[in-house]
């Protein structure tokens, strides 16, 4: 029997009073436990879209399996409580999204899944968006140096409807049409970025995006 925080399964044959979804939650499971045995530093990365805030808890059962995964993070912006400045607490860069590195087979794509709080894998098992390892490490450099933070300054002015490219993260190099304004020089913007087709809305900050 396996164990993971926030998981629980078991070989399909020891339980077979399960409900068909528990099975094939249980058999996805023990499909990444395997997968994560032929990972190595040169397979491919992807991005999984997660339930937003629970970046960190689905980070924690991936590392709990095995497989590698990085949520870069910075530091929020400042809160002012009773005339006290109060430091920003670290959150991810990118909400709902984990990146994750994985065999790039359909079938364990699609395994993913079966952990709490996945959504899937952005782009789909099939036709997967892939993250380079060059992007990967910039990104992380990038959000580790501050680049990233809500109260770094940012020169440009993003009005709804503007057409953007996106300069870093799993979206890199990505056109993206501006959802909300934003001119207070720091923070976030939210925008709509075309991936194979579908629009996928992501909240990301204005130091990741550019004006086309």
């Given at each position: 029997m396996m164990q993971h925080r926030g998981l629980n399964g078991v070989a399909i044959a020891v339980h077979s009073g399960m409900s068909f979804e528990e099975r094939e939650r249980a058999a996805r499971l023990e499909l990444l436990e395997?997968?994560?045995r032929i990972i190595?530093?040169?397979s491919p990365w992807f991005a999984l879209r997660v339930m937003t805030g629970r970046e960190g808890f689905v980070?924690?059962?991936?590392?709990?399996l095995g497989i590698t995964s990085l949520v870069p993070r910075?530091?929020?912006p400042v809160m002012r409580r009773r005339g006290r400045l109060i430091e920003g607490v670290l959150q991810p860069v990118i909400y709902g999204y984990v990146l994750v590195q994985s065999d790039p087979c359909a079938e364990v794509l699609v395994a993913?899944?079966?952990?709490d709080e996945v959504i899937g894998i952005l782009g789909g098992a099939e036709k997967p968006m892939r993250v380079t390892a060059q992007e990967i490490s910039r990104f992380k450099a990038m959000a580790e140096a501050g680049a990233y933070d809500w109260?770094?300054?940012?020169?440009?002015v993003v009005r709804a409807?503007?057409?953007l490219k996106v300069t870093?993260?799993?979206?890199d190099g990505f056109e993206a049409e501006a959802a909300t304004s934003s001119c207070k020089g720091k923070g976030d913007v939210v925008v709509s970025v075309n991936v194979f087709g579908r629009e996928t809305p992501v909240t990301m900050p204005l130091a990741m995006l550019e004006k086309l």
């Open positions: 395997s997968a994560a190595h530093a040169d980070q924690g059962n991936l590392s709990d910075r530091k929020g993913f899944k079966g952990l109260e770094a300054p940012s020169a440009l409807g503007d057409r870093g993260g799993p979206f």
